[in-house]
């Protein structure tokens, strides 16, 4: 089984920054991609940044320019520099990795770290 956990959610003016982190954990061979999403309340999860172990990224489109994913290979964490936040990136943000584990491939969820913007 594989646990993942966010940390580095908070409440922050418009403008400022926020770093997420995201840690894989449990028997896990080897993890290809890693990726946070977000939900906001009545709308759908959506992919905000993902990356490969190689280190290819890939953005969604409302954060290019200002959010930076970056990974920590050795510790099985990735990372969301996230600046000039603006109170449409308020939201729940979810850490998702792909990890080969014992038992084969498997998609495994975080439970999420809030994340506030104010105007």
């Known amino acids: 089984q594989v646990q993942v956990v966010e940390s580095g959610g908070g409440l922050v003016q418009a403008g400022g920054s926020l770093r997420l982190s995201c840690a894989a954990s449990?028997?896990?061979?080897?993890?290809?991609?890693m990726g946070w999403y977000r939900q906001a309340p009545g709308k759908q999860r959506e992919l905000v940044a993902d990356?490969?172990?190689?280190?290819?990224?890939n953005y969604g489109d409302s954060v290019k320019g200002r959010f930076t994913i970056s990974r920590d290979n050795a510790r099985n964490t990735i990372y969301l520099q996230m600046n000039s936040l603006q109170p449409e990136d308020t939201a729940v943000y979810l850490c998702?990795?792909?990890?080969?584990?014992?038992?084969?491939?498997?998609?495994?969820w975080g439970r999420g770290t809030q994340v506030t913007v104010s105007s």
């Open positions: 449990g028997r896990i061979f080897s993890i290809n991609r």
């Open positions: 990356i490969t172990s190689g280190g290819s990224t």
């Open positions: 998702k990795a792909d990890a080969m584990g014992p038992t084969g491939w498997l998609l495994s």
